[in-house]
């Protein structure tokens, strides 16, 4: 199974991921015209900035104490991982969200009613709402693709594909080290 993995320590927080995603689901085949499209084509991926949390321990840490000693500040993509049980799926009252044979969380725009209970129900903050078609939007892996356009974009390897053995399909890593 393919997932997307976060190496923390190579994020610049230059947002070329985010560019190569709307670029990607734009109606336009070149940067320049998809700039022009409107509404403008929108990413499926978002820069975050948070506190870097690496174990149990600082996660249970007493809030004004990691403030002060155990964060460390951590610029990561904040995107679908795909789970092995998807939350939103399971939200999802019209059939709107499933997961296919690959592993990847689909969403059928021609299903979706825009109710938000998938954006209430994954616990990533993953999925974002859409003002202009008044549905959601998400991660589709750059179905077609065998690297997404944010992985290919990605110049310091902070965005990459990795193939997982485990069926749970969850990388420890990104356990570990991403944020809530
Ligand atoms: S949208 Fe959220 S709950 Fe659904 S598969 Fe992606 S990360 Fe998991
Ligand atoms: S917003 Fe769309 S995809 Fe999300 S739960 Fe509602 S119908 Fe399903």
Redesign the pocket.
């Known amino acids: 199974m393919k997932k997307i993995k976060i190496n923390l320590d190579k994020c610049l927080g230059c947002k070329a991921c985010e560019i190569a995603c709307a670029r990607e689901h734009a109606s336009s085949e070149n940067l320049a015209d998809a700039a022009k499209e409107n509404p403008k084509p929108k990413s499926r991926i978002k820069i975050q900035r948070g506190i870097r949390i690496r174990n149990e321990e600082e996660r249970r840490a007493p809030f004004g104490e990691s403030k002060k000693k155990l964060p460390k500040k951590a610029v990561y993509a904040l995107r679908c991982r795909h789970c092995s049980s998807p939350r939103?799926v399971d939200?999802?009252?019209?059939g709107?969200?499933r997961k296919d044979k690959e592993g990847v969380v689909i969403?059928e725009a021609d299903?979706?009613?825009?109710?938000?209970?998938?954006?209430m129900a994954c616990p990533y903050g993953a999925i974002k709402r859409d003002p202009a078609s008044k549905?959601?939007l998400k991660c589709d892996f750059c179905l077609g693709r065998y690297t997404p356009a944010c992985v290919e974009a990605c110049k310091t390897d902070a965005i990459v594909v990795v193939e997982v053995d485990d069926s749970s399909g969850i990388l420890v890593e990104e356990v570990v080290e991403e944020i809530g």
């Not at 939200?91 to 019209?94: G, L």
Request: aromatic share 6%; glycine share 6%; with cysteine.
């Open positions: 939103c939200a999802c009252i019209t709107a969200l969403h299903k979706c009613v825009g109710c938000w209970m998938c954006i549905i959601i």
